[in-house]
């Protein structure tokens, strides 16, 4: 996760092309400060939204005894680093469509959602009893999806919710 981090950095940093003028480095800084925060708010909402679900493992289905393992035997669930560090990847996936063009509290927003949707997500293969081990599809596919669609709800100029205009959504949401 540590390396995938990094990288991350390197590519939606990366993205803004050169670094020839202020503007530039600017765009950059909002890129990593951006990828940053929603990074680590994706890993705080989905360690602790594991937490919930691992204390109501009735939602996880059949499966939920082997899923959670011994975290039903402890008297009061604990935090899952591994489902927290998959909420960072997550969070990362989703900030990197829009890295550029959202404020920090939508940076924080699309993390703390992309950390959710990884989690519901990873419950709900698993319920359905598809084999995901590593789950790539609840980190790159559900949460890359969040991403795309949201940008066009907190892009900082044509956002719906910061401008109110659904334009940019709609456009998001088709393609």
């Not at 530039?24 to 909402?45: E, K, N, P, Q, Y």
């Not at 599809?137 to 991403?147: I, K």
């Amino acid at each position: 996760v540590l390396l995938l981090f990094v990288a991350w950095f390197a590519f939606n940093c990366g993205s803004t092309g050169q670094m020839h003028s202020t503007a530039d480095a600017r765009s950059a800084s909002i890129a990593a400060t951006s990828t940053a925060i929603s990074c680590m708010c994706g890993g705080v909402a989905a360690g602790l939204l594991s937490q919930y679900l691992q204390r109501n493992a009735a939602l996880l289905g059949p499966c939920s005894s082997q899923c959670l393992g011994a975290f039903v035997q402890w008297p009061r669930p604990r935090i899952d680093l591994l489902e927290s560090a998959n909420g960072m990847l997550a969070g990362l996936c989703a900030i990197t469509a829009g890295c550029a063009s959202v404020d920090m509290w939508a940076a924080a927003a699309i993390g703390l959602f992309a950390g959710c949707i990884y989690s519901l997500a990873r419950a709900s293969l698993r319920r359905l009893k598809v084999d995901d081990v590593v789950n790539a599809f609840s980190v790159h596919g559900a949460c890359g999806l969040w991403g795309v669609i949201a940008v066009g709800f907190f892009n900082h100029e044509d956002g719906l919710v910061v401008s109110g205009r659904p334009a940019l959504l709609g456009t998001q949401c088709i393609g």
